[in-house]
Nanobody
Framework: QVQLVESGGGLVQPGGSLRLSCAAS????????MGWYRQAPGKQRELVAT???????NYADSVKGRCTISRDNAKNTVYLQMNSLKPEDTAVYYC?????????????WGQGTQVTVSS
């Protein structure tokens, strides 16, 4: 059974920092591209950042320079360090695991963790 369990969300003041974690189980974690997405109320889910199995990263323009995605294959965990948070970063943040290439395309989502940026 595949599980992606996010943690680390919460309420933070503008300018503050949070570190999100996503612990994966039931998959060969090192083979997956891992990603963070977010969905604000009334908006579509959008990409925040991804990191490939080889460690290449990609960021949405809105978070470049403020967020860092990383992974620890020994712990089957992906992280999102978020700094200089803004009210517009308020959203539910979802962890994603994606594998393409040999075999069928598989994609999994976590249940999400709420991030609220407010004074």
């Amino acid at each position: 059974q595949v599980q992606l369990v996010e943690s680390g969300g919460g309420l933070v003041q503008p300018g503050g920092s949070l570190r999100l974690s996503c612990a994966a189980s039931g998959i060969s974690f090192r083979l997956y591209t891992m990603g963070w997405y977010r969905q604000a109320p009334g908006k579509q889910r959008e990409l925040v950042a991804t990191i490939t199995s080889g460690g290449s990263t990609n960021y949405a323009d809105s978070v470049k320079g403020r967020c860092t995605i990383s992974r620890d294959n020994a712990k089957n965990t992906v992280y999102l360090q978020m700094n200089s948070l803004k009210p517009e970063d308020t959203a539910v943040y979802y962890c994603n695991a994606d594998r393409r290439g040999s075999g069928p395309h598989v994609n999994y989502w976590g249940q999400g963790t709420q991030v609220t940026v407010s004074s």
